[in-house]
T-cell receptor, first 116, second 113 residues
């Protein structure tokens, strides 16, 4: 059962344009979401997060939107740069261990290629 | 250290061989996670340590998988009698706690032939 879904395995965008990466989830208990970026042969790095009490969070060129009723979130990158070419994962904490970190459920990822 | 260090970076094992994968978390990070990432998939949870205590091992796919963190710092993931389906990237992540905020290592790519 894939609780976090990224239905677009790949996306190609021209430099300077907007990149929109989508993520859907099925577990209504999820109340926090994270986006990770992964370059080849490296581990995922945290990019941006959003709590369910918000519908938008912005950090520089990156904005995440959350639509709770649709169980959908999206990551917008404006303007896209060649260095943004990577695989992007959507993730949600699934179980919280008292006082400490939570394990994450990841989507399958979207490979973004930003072309010149 | 400055980041999470994993070794070896690459490991080729013959089917049936035992392997041990090492993770050096960021100093002081009490939480340590292991994830398995198959080709074309997202990372999938294997197990979680809080200091030396293994609090959750629900993601370990079989009893051939074993993880330990005896002194609450370095962790080892051991896979016995490796099978082809064990081929994947094994990622380690550490955290001080809270939601998200993990630092991942670069992973160990295991290929079972």
């Amino acid at each position: 059962d894939q609780q976090v879904k990224q239905n677009s395995p790949s996306l190609s965008v021209q430099e300077g344009r907007i990149s929109i990466l989508n993520c859907d989830y099925t577990n209504s208990m999820f109340d926090y979401f994270l986006w990770y970026k992964k370059y080849p042969a490296e581990g995922p790095t945290f990019l941006i997060s959003i709590s369910s009490i918000k519908d938008k969070n912005e950090d520089g060129r990156f904005t995440v939107f959350l639509n709770k009723s649709a169980k959908h979130l999206s990551l917008h990158i404006v303007p896209s740069q060649p260095g943004d070419s990577a695989v992007y994962f959507c993730a949600a904490p699934q179980r919280r261990y008292t006082g400490t970190a939570s394990k994450l459920t990841f989507g399958t990822g979207t490979r973004l290629q930003v072309t010149l | 250290g400055a980041g999470v260090s994993q070794s070896p970076r690459y490991k080729v094992a013959k089917r049936g061989q035992d392997v041990a994968l090492r993770c050096d978390p960021i100093s002081g990070h009490v939480s340590l996670f292991w994830y398995q990432q198959a080709l074309g998939q997202g990372p999938e949870f294997l197990t979680y340590f809080q200091n030396e205590a293994q609090l959750d091992k629900s993601g370990l796919p079989s009893d051939r998988f074993f993880a330990e963190r005896p002194e609450g710092s370095v962790s080892t993931l051991k896979i016995q009698r490796t099978q082809q389906e064990d081929s994947a990237v094994y990622l380690c992540a550490s955290s001080l706690g809270g939601l998200g905020g993990y630092t991942f290592g670069s992973g160990t790519r295991l290929t079972v032939v």
